[in-house]
């Protein structure tokens, strides 16, 4: 199974629409995650018609019509690996104790978050920390840039800059 992730769109504050590079990357995908911050509603609309097999959580800067819509966490299970999506929040030198403590009970293997716009992939205490960074802003990160996971077996995972 191949996976585009993103986060952190920021639609319209930062970008009128997501690049053309993403899109063209995830035509061949068999599932898209956004784990929050789309920031408008009509960007979550559009995302959900463009890619079928969709899954999302909402961000902290998402209006409460997204957050009405959306968890903010999800367990999702491929093959023998349990996934975990949020977004993720507080400062970023403390997300990923935060994420671990959100987590804890769910026994995952991944954990796909955004919020900081820094793109990361770390295995930390036999945990996959996956965050495609943004694609349309680079306030913390010096690109933009989304990620692909493939599971086969075994998981892989990279960011990838636009």
């Given amino acids: 199974m191949k996976i585009g992730v993103i986060s952190d769109t920021h639609i319209p504050d930062r970008a009128d ?6 899109l063209e990357a995830f035509k061949d995908v068999d599932m898209v995650i956004h784990t929050g911050d789309f920031v408008d509603l009509q ?12 899954k999302a959580v909402a ?3 998402d209006p409460k019509e997204i957050k009405e819509k959306l968890p903010e ?3 999702i299970k491929i093959g023998k690996y349990t996934i ?6 507080g400062h970023p030198s ?6 671990k403590n959100f987590f804890k009970k769910d026994n995952v293997d991944v954990i796909i978050f955004g919020h900081s716009h820094i793109p990361m992939n ?8 996956f965050n495609p960074g943004s ?13 692909i996971i493939e599971i086969n077996g075994e998981i892989t995972a990279k960011v990838v800059k636009i």
């Fill in 17 to 22: 629409a997501l690049p053309k590079k993403i």
């Fill in 43 to 54: 960007t979550y609309n559009q995302l959900k018609k463009i890619f079928k097999n969709f």
């Fill in 59 to 61: 961000g902290n800067m």
């Fill in 73 to 75: 966490k999800e367990i």
């Fill in 84 to 89: 975990g999506i949020a977004h993720g929040l």
């Fill in 94 to 99: 403390g997300l990923i104790e935060l994420l």
């Fill in 122 to 129: 770390d295995t930390i205490d036999g945990i996959l920390f």
């Fill in 135 to 147: 694609p349309t802003d680079k306030m913390f990160s010096p690109y933009n840039s989304y990620g």
